[in-house]
């Protein structure tokens, strides 16, 4: 069926633009983390235990600052679900951030829109630090 | 012009469907809650602190649970702001929380997607306390 060849391939798209947000993080690559995102107004980020940001600019500087920063992270990925839908898609994903310090447990939703004939760019991204111990683990 | 008057009314629409779910969650509504949601299996609930919750049936159980506690929550929204994109949107939203016992200021991103022919429907939220003095705040 064409529809859910169409709906796979794009899964595959979000899912490669959501591990190049992940790359440009760990590399601190200002210019790939510049590809990854819609650069307009409407975009919005939500670091872990930040207010939002709101606009390319406040984004794009937050990670100036944060590549500026003197802790390089890795992200270990775990848990990662693509939902599409049309031209918007969004990922949940569970970054397990190791530091120079200390780890943490990250649980993001990003948000993903597809330019038309173009490619999927992230227009939301929103983390935070995962401190309740999940009550419906089961396996 | 059509296009703008259109995108005029979503953004008005996905206003009152944002507001539906806070005015749920005051009055500790269950089926005022699902039917602000999609109920399907990728919708996707990150409370403060916790973990992904994903499909309807766990986000339902989260907001019952929710419901049942001892803490009335009542919600002053500022600084909300509607992006509407085709057939979804996205909302951030500050939610100023008071309770029985202390406030929190918890950052919300709220994302929606209208059904064919139908209402705007949650398919996405995440809340995160915020604990960072804003940098960028100017005036």
Not at 79 to 100: H, K
């Amino acid at each position: 069926m064409i529809g859910d060849s169409a709906q796979d391939d794009d899964e595959a798209l979000v899912r490669a633009a959501n591990r190049a947000f992940y790359d440009a993080f760990e590399r601190r690559d200002l210019d790939a983390m510049s590809d990854v995102w819609e650069r307009s107004e409407r975009v919005l980020c939500v670091h872990p235990g930040w207010k939002p940001l709101r606009g390319w600019g406040p984004v794009s500087g937050s990670f100036f600052a944060l590549f500026q920063g003197p802790s390089q992270l890795q992200f270990i990925l775990t848990d990662e679900q693509v939902e599409t839908a049309g031209s918007m898609a969004w990922v949940s994903v569970d970054e397990n951030i190791l530091g120079d310090q200390t780890g943490a447990m990250v649980s993001a939703v990003n948000v993903f829109r597809r330019e038309e004939d173009g490619p999927w760019r992230m227009v939301c991204h929103h983390g935070s630090v995962v401190t309740v111990p999940s009550e419906t683990e089961e396996d």
